[in-house]
């Protein structure tokens, strides 16, 4: 039984880290019999117009540059070194762009608390020789700590704004004891927290949902219609859960058909994320992806066509690639000059 | 072993009815050794500009009324009475509205061809003295045959177009054997046809997606954002499933998240069709619904509202509604005043 007081500290600080922080911020202050009063949110620190930004962000409680329309709880502390900001941390909630997360671990080693424990909520998923890691089990291995992962139907700015959603904690069998935490730091009236034991179902549902999401706007730029959108949808639904039966330990098929991180993030993405807006550009210009990313994104990275090229040369290299024939059609469109009028002829 | 040709008629020739006997005509006729060629369709019959809309189609070819743009096959033979229309035939299509079901079974009991069949496209439950039926169900009890059921992601005028769909016939233990037709007679290259052991639930989702639709276009005019409107769309899906597997036998949950009739009608129906559309804006101009309907819909009627109602009632009846959160809160702000502002209040 865990009964210390648990002590935050948010990793991460962009959009999506400073909606977060708004919840726990607040929650930590609900919930003082669980939790230490101060979050610490680590900051990578810029200079905004002369001034350090996690000097306004404690000033103003703003993070002007990434959240600036939402005020973020007086206890929530900006700190401009990672290792200070989890010192003495027991529960650590990773944020951050995942080209950060192994320097930024290394330098958390000696300063988190025996006992401590992570959420991650990084998407992606992290491929090199022919080996496939979701970033819950790289923070794990980085700093020998069991990390769940947060996913879910969670667009950042209408998280800050308190609209309603829905989100999805996958937690592992060393972490049933602590799920309770995870809830209670995150669920409010009007961001629901569901938990379900499959970490690498919701980190994976976060990471393919993009791969689909290409077909989805590839559709839309076909004018193909609300039944072909939702097929390709369909398809990529049951493409993302096969892929992750096949390859991953402890995979719940219902993960991603009936939770948050599945089902509902899958809609909100083909709906209206960047990488359906570009591959619908891509569909109706023929401009190449890194010209659109940088003619409609507006310095943000597109994900889906990443993912699909690290999700099918895994594929390849174990000669499993024909049992994923929309992840296939997607990564030809995107790569192999293939005419995206095909997009159905394979399935 | 069935094994003589199977003479196929369509009851019914509204739009959904007119675009599934394009699909029906062209595959009898690609299947000669499994299919009489002729495909009589029961019509309805009305005077447009003087003449006799069956002579119309039969002459040109197209469903002037409800189907103008798109060329029916000359296999296709319109008929103005439901029992010569029906005249031997083994494989009956029903696709007319729910209201005519009844009279139009017992004028068919003495022409139909012994062994005959059926499939029905009829969306809705019929309610009434506490029971709730499936119109697969009333059929097969009219006119003691088995009777399977088609829906799916199917915009009526997208399939007629050509565009690329899915859609998911649901059968009875009854007629595995009798499958095959029916995917002879409606799978193409761009209408893709897939089939699972589950009438009731194949029948249910297309009636309680309507439900959910209300319950989408309430987000929409709230502008509560695209994570809320997902977070609906899933519980909804819940609840959904949940209803079939408490109220009918034989119920697959996967029918409700994996196959076209459920999660992929579903994202259609809550984007774009008009359930969606009259509830959003009964949120925005607070008219009732029946204003709204004759204001928008042409001449259509809004599903979505009525079945509520008939759920809500049977689940008062049986004692069940507060098992079913989000169905009720839909049904008080359809009619008892609830302010849309309370949509998740409950859940």
Request: hydrophobic share 40%; glycine share 8%; aromatic share 8%.
């Amino acid at each position: 039984m865990v009964q210390q007081k648990q002590r935050v500290a948010i990793i991460g600080s962009g959009n999506w880290g400073s909606a977060i922080a708004t919840i726990a911020g607040y929650n930590t202050m609900r919930h003082k019999e669980v939790f230490e009063p101060i979050v610490n949110m680590y900051v990578y620190e810029e200079i905004i117009n002369g001034e350090k930004l996690t000097d306004i962000i404690n000033r103003e409680h703003v993070n002007t540059k990434y959240l600036p329309h939402a005020r973020l709880p007086d206890n929530v502390v900006a700190v401009p070194k990672a290792e200070e900001a989890a010192r003495d941390a027991t529960l650590l909630v990773f944020v951050l762009p995942h080209q950060f997360i192994l320097n930024v671990c290394k330098s958390l080693k000696d300063a988190i608390a025996p006992g401590a424990h992570a959420i991650s909520m990084i998407k992606g998923v992290d491929v090199a020789n022919h080996q496939i890691s979701i970033y819950a089990d790289v923070i794990e291995k980085s700093l020998g700590i069991p990390c769940a992962a947060l996913s879910g139907a969670n667009i950042a700015n209408e998280v800050a704004q308190g609209l309603f959603s829905e989100t999805t904690i996958g937690y592992r069998a060393s972490q049933r004891d602590l799920v309770d935490y995870y809830k209670k730091l995150f669920d409010t009236p009007k961001f629901r927290v569901g938990a379900i034991e499959d970490v690498s179902g919701v980190s994976l549902c976060g990471a393919l949902k993009n791969v689909v999401a290409v077909g989805a706007g590839f559709v839309d730029g076909l004018e193909w219609g609300g039944n072909a959108k939702a097929a390709i949808m369909r398809i990529g639904l049951m493409e993302m859960r096969n892929f992750a039966l096949e390859f991953f330990e402890g995979v719940k098929p219902e993960t991603f058909t009936e939770t948050s991180a599945g089902v509902a993030d899958l809609i909100t993405t083909c709906y209206g994320g960047r990488n359906r807006k570009c591959a619908e550009a891509f569909v109706r210009t023929r401009k190449p992806f890194h010209v659109l990313e940088a003619e409609l994104l507006n310095g943000q990275k597109l994900q889906g066509t990443e993912t699909t090229k690290d999700v099918i040369e895994f594929l390849e290299s174990h000669g499993k690639v024909d049992e994923y024939p929309l992840f296939k059609t997607i990564y030809d469109i995107c790569y192999n000059g293939l005419d995206p009028q095909q997009l159905t002829e394979r399935l």
